[in-house]
């Protein structure tokens, strides 16, 4: 005689699920591993994400110019030398004020050279600045020697030449031409007028500027109105140009030649 069987019924997802999860417990096996890695946290939304903002990259601080270093501490609208009526009306007053006057350099006088030579020589030689090398004096050092040797040239004898730079102490990469606008080329003019030359021949044509010659006419003879008087003015390469080039030489000594004919 065959017992009566239960009446079948559906098992349910949750039930088959539990019913396979007992039979893997009584086999021992209570964990479960896999090779890939599975994040646990729910990812953002995308269009929750908020990016941070970039950090700003702060403002760069303007470069100075070798000559806005130079005249540091100056007020650099003013003037150099200030109004044109305040500037020495002798010889003697201009030394002293080149030593000492704020607007020229920022230089104390440890740093400076006066001009040297007497009223009324025979020539004046304009440099831009004092070389390094120079001491106590303008052309004290080695290229003083180049330089008395091409007066001796020249026909002038060292008491009959004055010489003077257009600026009291060293200055790096200068523009003339915005030195020239702030007044300099003033100075130079009244620093030739009371020198009161014969002639005037500056060493560095890149000086056109202070004399209010335009550079494309820098190899011209020119002129200089200086106080009451035009002197004859001549812009020659610079010593060091001349130093190291035996062209350079002799076209300076055909046009110094041409010059004073």
């Known amino acids: 005689m065959i017992a009566a069987t239960p009446e079948s019924r559906e098992i349910s997802p949750a039930e088959a699920l539990e019913a396979a999860l007992d039979w893997w417990r009584e086999a021992g096996v209570d964990s479960d591993y896999d090779d890939e890695?599975?994040?646990?946290?729910?990812?953002?939304?995308?269009?929750?994400?908020?990016?941070?903002?970039?950090?700003?990259?702060?403002?760069?601080?303007?470069?100075?110019?070798?000559?806005?270093?130079?005249?540091?501490?100056?007020?650099p609208t003013a003037l150099i030398g200030g109004l044109?009526?305040?500037?020495?009306?002798?010889l003697e007053k201009f030394r002293e004020w080149w030593m000492s006057e704020q607007t020229l350099s920022s230089s104390g006088p440890d740093r400076r050279l006066p001009p040297r030579g007497v009223e009324g020589a025979k020539l004046m030689v304009i440099l831009p600045h004092p070389m390094e090398s120079d001491t106590d004096a303008l052309l004290s050092g080695a290229?003083?020697?180049?330089?008395?040797?091409?007066?001796?040239?020249?026909?002038?004898?060292?008491?009959?030449?004055?010489?003077?730079s257009a600026l009291p102490a060293p200055l790096s990469l200068p523009d003339w031409t915005e030195l020239a606008a702030r007044g300099l080329g003033e100075v130079t003019r009244r620093h030739v007028a009371l020198a009161r030359p014969h002639r005037?021949?500056?060493?560095?044509?890149?000086l056109a500027p202070l004399f209010?010659?335009?550079?494309?006419?820098?190899?011209?003879?020119?002129?200089?109105?200086?106080?009451?008087?035009?002197?004859?003015?001549?812009l020659a390469p610079s010593l060091d140009e001349?130093?190291?080039?035996?062209?350079?030489?002799?076209?300076?000594?055909?046009?110094?030649?041409?010059?004073t004919a």
Do not use: C
């Open 143 to 164: 290229p003083g020697k180049f330089t008395d040797a091409l007066l001796k040239a020249m026909g002038i004898e060292p008491h009959e030449a004055y010489l003077a």
């Open 37 to 75: 890695t599975v994040s646990w946290l729910a990812e953002p939304a995308e269009e929750q994400a908020v990016a941070s903002p970039k950090p700003k990259k702060p403002p760069e601080e303007p470069q100075q110019s070798p000559l806005e270093r130079a005249f540091e501490g100056t007020n």
């Open 200 to 206: 005037v021949i500056s060493f560095d044509r890149s």
């Open 212 to 234: 209010g010659i335009q550079p494309k006419m820098a190899r011209e003879p020119a002129v200089i109105e200086a106080g009451d008087r035009t002197l004859p003015l001549l």
């Open 84 to 90: 044109p009526e305040a500037l020495p009306d002798t």
């Open 242 to 259: 001349l130093a190291r080039s035996a062209d350079r030489r002799r076209n300076f000594w055909n046009r110094w030649l041409e010059w």
